[in-house]
């Protein structure tokens, strides 16, 4: 018997295919990545179960679709099989660091499996200081009688924002002052910590981080490394500052190339940390029997479709196609089919990689066979619910789901709040401006209906049922605690 191959399982927020050097994006974000493509497997077109985070993991981890247990289940049920409980019953060591990302804490159902599980959620970051949101009595009382003249209330507006940027916030910020989320330098001064206290058990250890996400503040040194050192963190809160506000069409435009530069650093942050980590596991000779295993939740929007960041209502590539990178030590690298991948796939088709059988209450089927010999797979299906953008919010989970599936040429996107059906031809059109008319490719269309309608009328297993019930007292139990809390809190 062969010796057990380790898993370091990577995922990184708000990260879209296309911003990565290994899947064709010119700028340099992941330079260590790109040379780790040449002896990896990379998918050309991973597609995630549904965004955001919160309707993401549970496909990753749990291979699952997100609603599979119903709407108003968020995150993993109580005693469901995940890809750590597996490795764990099978003997391995497992840890996860997750850079403060609420969707992924232990409330959750995400630290089953690991006998470490830190999601810093408890600690004290260096917040900056936010712009004054209550206006003076004599400001409220200037733009009431601004706003009286529509054109008057805007400038107004503007002139507000602008102080409240430029004046009243101070001015010796650093980027690490403004950050909202650990760097990956602290996530993976963790790992590399973690991995020094093992003996020579195999592992899995599950890194996620958030250096791209909003608010972009990235490190100055990863601003360098792009080659953007001017940046300077004043600047880059008056951006994120405009463009997680209202300034109009117009002002969001001019601040988009900056805001991506931001981004983009953050990735590259991500890179140069994983570089780091992966020297430690090579010096200590365990790189050769690890399994590494590069994706994201979700990608972010940057006005493609004139949308920002990431909601449960955007159907578009640039939120559902994520990277996926791919090296299995002694496994022969192959061209990989063009087909779309679902993420529920991965947490199988890595357990067979490491010699496994995963657990029968996956939904995703192993796909291994296939990864080594070249072959394709069929269509990848994406859900949310399109409304749900704070999932806190029990009503919110209860609304109408947008459900895709897309296969390798065509993708339909079906909207059932409004009564949305649009088919892209994703070949002809790559970036879905124009849906393909109703009249048209009707076979292609009703091929993906009748998938969609596969999917919608599967049948739970008892098993999953029995899930179900467990996630929903858990979660009532949540919110029932939640608001004891705040009826006993004082007023103050």
């Keep these: 018997m062969s010796e057990p191959k380790s898993l370091l399982l990577v995922t990184v927020d708000c990260l879209r295919a296309d911003h990565t050097g290994f899947m064709g ?31 993401s993991f549970p496909g990753i981890l749990a291979s699952r679709f997100p609603l599979a247990l119903g709407r108003e289940v968020v995150g993993i049920a109580p005693g469901e099989p995940t890809l750590a409980t597996a490795l764990q ?8 660091y997750v850079a403060a990302n609420p969707y992924l804490s232990s409330r959750f159902g995400y630290a089953q499996g690991f006998e470490v599980f830190h999601d810093f959620l408890s600690e004290q970051l260096p917040y900056a200081r936010e712009a004054p949101r209550a206006r003076t009595r004599l400001n409220r009382q200037i733009a009431e009688l601004a706003h009286k003249v529509s054109l008057l209330g805007r400038l107004y507006d503007d002139l507000y924002f602008q102080y409240c940027q430029r004046i009243a916030l101070p001015r010796n910020e650093t980027w690490n002052s403004l950050r909202r989320f650990p760097a990956a330098n602290v996530l993976a001064d963790h790992a590399c910590g973690w991995l020094k206290s093992l003996d020579d058990e195999p592992f899995f250890l ?13 490190p ?20 994120n500052a405009t463009w997680n506000g209202d300034p109009g069409a117009r002002r969001l435009r001019k601040s988009r190339d900056e805001i991506v530069v931001l981004h983009d650093a953050g990735i590259r942050w991500v890179d140069n940390q994983l570089a780091r980590l992966v020297e430690s596991l ?35 590539q640039e939120i559902l196609q994520v990277p996926l990178l791919v090296r299995v ?3 022969e690298k192959k061209a990989l089919s063009e087909s779309p991948f679902s993420l529920v796939h991965l947490a199988p088709t890595i357990l067979e990689a490491l010699g496994m059988d995963a657990p029968e ?3 995703g089927r192993d796909y291994w066979s296939e990864v080594q010999s070249g072959e394709g797979w069929d269509l990848a299906v994406s859900e949310s619910i399109g409304r749900c953008t704070n999932p806190m919010d029990a009503q919110k989970r209860l609304g109408a789901r947008v459900l895709v599936v897309q296969d390798r040429k065509f993708k339909l996107v079906l909207g059932f709040d409004n009564q949305q059906e649009d088919l892209f031809d994703l070949q002809r059109d790559p970036h879905e401006l124009e849906p393909v008319p109703i009249g048209a490719e009707r076979s292609a269309r009703g091929r993906l209906l009748r998938a969609a309608l596969h999917h919608l009328e599967r049948r739970p297993s008892q098993r999953r049922r029995e899930f179900a019930i467990r996630a929903r007292i858990h979660q009532i139990g949540l919110e029932w605690d939640h608001s004891k809390m705040r009826s006993e809190t004082p007023a103050s």
Excluded at 30 to 55: C, H, N, R, W
Excluded at 285 to 314: I, K
């Design 329 to 331: 030590p002694g496994a």
């Design 25 to 55: 994006y010119p700028q340099p974000t992941t330079p260590f990545l790109d040379q780790l493509a040449a002896e990896s497997m990379v998918f050309p077109k991973a597609i995630t179960a549904g965004a955001p985070t919160y309707y």
């Design 206 to 218: 599950w890194l996620h981080f958030m250096d791209p996400h909003a608010p972009y503040y990235p």
């Design 282 to 316: 090579r010096s200590s000779s365990r790189w050769n029997s690890c399994m590494f295993v590069f994706t994201a939740d979700h990608g972010e929007e940057f006005l493609d479709h004139g949308g920002r960041f990431h909601p449960p209502s955007c159907a578009y």
């Design 220 to 239: 100055a040194e990863a601003l360098k490394a792009m080659g953007k050192e001017r940046a300077s963190p004043t600047r880059g809160r008056y951006l």
């Design 89 to 96: 019953q099978a003997g391995y060591r497992t840890a996860a």
């Design 361 to 363: 209450e996956f939904e």
